[in-house]
């Protein structure tokens, strides 16, 4: 069963500034998806950025990228410029690319953001 | 233009009763799913459905029952409320993969937390 850890519990960050939101998986599988979703107070899921495991290229998303390090089972989220509506509860999320009964989303801890005025 | 929807947003509850809610997606997609989230915002896949037809049960008490009366709709009944079941119950729904197209993204709906008192 794959397995989706975020070590830090909660990051803050200056307004303006950069942070990085770690994640780190675990799978047997060579193909998959990696996402990383955003939950402001309101509740809603909102997807930030996604990347296909097949694709060596880092995904970008305006002020949003990732550091895929796919040997190391690894998926940072990288946002730059931060700024106040950035505050939010952040999931790492893994979904297998095999077609039978693949279309789950296991979901780490989460990680609680909070911007710095 | 509600995408996804969840009826009712706030439920609270007597244990030992029965509830459902309810969730609709006007997107044309065939696969609907629920997720909790814990009161420590952990997000879980709890069942998932295909074309009407149950995909994913992961582990759920038979308390919970989801029922899919068409491809739009996917509700979700509750005996015997415990207090362990307060939470946040999430609907999605996608396009099941076919031919080429392994990714499909989930659309989120706002969520209904659950208080069982």
């Known amino acids: 069963a794959q397995t989706v850890t975020q070590s830090q519990p909660e990051m803050s960050v200056q307004e303006a500034e950069t942070v990085t939101l770690s994640c780190t998986y675990d799978?047997?599988?060579?193909?998959?998806?990696l996402f990383w979703y955003k939950q402001p107070p309101s509740r809603q899921m909102i997807l930030v950025i996604r990347?296909?495991?097949?694709?060596?290229q880092n995904a970008t998303e305006n002020r949003f990228s990732v550091n895929f390090q796919k040997a190391a089972k690894s998926f940072s989220l990288k946002i730059s410029d931060s700024q106040l509506g950035d505050a939010a509860m952040y999931f790492c999320a893994y979904r297998s690319a095999q077609i039978q009964g693949a279309q789950k989303l296991v979901f780490g801890q989460g990680t609680r953001l909070t911007i710095n005025p | 233009d509600t995408a996804v929807s969840q009826t009712p947003k706030y439920l609270v509850t007597q244990m030992g009763n029965d509830k459902s809610i309810k969730c609709e997606q006007n997107l044309g997609h065939d696969t609907m799913y629920w997720y909790k989230q814990d009161s420590k915002k952990f997000l879980k896949i709890m069942f998932s459905y295909n074309n009407k037809e149950l995909i994913i049960n992961e582990t759920v008490p038979n308390r919970f029952s989801p029922k899919s009366p068409d491809k739009a709709h996917l509700n979700l009944h509750i005996n015997s409320l415990e207090l362990g079941d307060s939470a946040v119950y999430f609907c999605?729904?996608?396009?099941?993969?076919?031919?080429?197209?392994?990714?499909?993204?989930?659309?989120f709906g706002p969520g209904t937390r659950l208080t069982v008192l």
């Open positions: 999605a729904s996608s396009q099941y993969p076919r031919g080429g197209a392994l990714y499909n993204e989930q659309f």
């Open positions: 990347q296909e495991a097949y694709k060596q």
């Open positions: 799978t047997s599988e060579s193909d998959y998806y």
